[in-house]
């Protein structure tokens, strides 16, 4: 539980590489997410090359954060094969989450940068990496060793919970 309680959105990173076996990691806890009818729809794209980071921090008014990020993780979809396609966006939901909260567990800091559902960020990301059109970008990770810290703050509200008896 610890990672969910320590995970904040950190946009500004250090120069430190991450280290392949980290990213890895991190890879590995995104896929372990749970998918409807278990039809895991994601593909993981790994952005290093500095010029695509730079046009990936371009694609809205607030993916600018990504900029100076050693590493943009792009998580995309599957648009072909897909047992319930309809579903796809909500498991890349939970994927992206699982690999935010792998940033953290990693010590390492990171930002959902909402590209799905807008179909025009989704163009222009798919765009930048150059996949087909059978792919489709649902949202940028910048990623990095942290360069701000931030403490979580509570949202707990026990209003919002309805106890049916
Ligand atoms: C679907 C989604 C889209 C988001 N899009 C952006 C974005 O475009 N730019 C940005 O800086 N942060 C973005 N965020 C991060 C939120 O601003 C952040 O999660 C929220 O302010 C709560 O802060 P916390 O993550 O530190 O708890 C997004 C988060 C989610 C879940």
């Not at 991450?18 to 409807?36: D, F, T």
């Not at 900029?67 to 396609?85: F, N, Q, S």
């Not at 909500?90 to 940068?113: F, H, Q, S």
Request: glycine share 6%; proline share 8%.
């Amino acid at each position: 539980m610890k990672e969910i309680f320590e995970r904040v959105s950190i946009r500004k990173y250090t120069d430190k590489p991450v280290e392949p076996e980290k990213l890895e990691r991190l890879l590995r806890a995104a896929m372990a997410a749970p998918s409807a009818g278990d039809q895991q729809p994601w593909e993981f794209f790994v952005v290093t090359d500095r010029e695509m980071i730079e046009a990936l921090s371009k694609v809205h008014r607030y993916a600018g954060c990504a900029k100076d990020a050693p590493v943009v993780i792009v998580p995309c979809y599957r648009t072909e094969g897909l047992w319930v396609p309809q579903y796809a966006q909500i498991d890349m939901a939970i994927a992206t989450e699982n690999l935010l909260l792998a940033i953290t567990a990693e010590g390492l800091g990171g930002v959902w940068l909402g590209i799905a559902p807008e179909e025009e960020r989704m163009d222009r990301v798919a765009q930048v990496l150059g996949i087909p059109p059978t792919l489709r970008p649902f949202a940028l990770v910048p990623l990095g060793y942290p360069a701000e810290s931030r403490t979580q703050e509570d949202r707990f509200d026990p209003k919002r919970i309805h106890y049916l008896a």
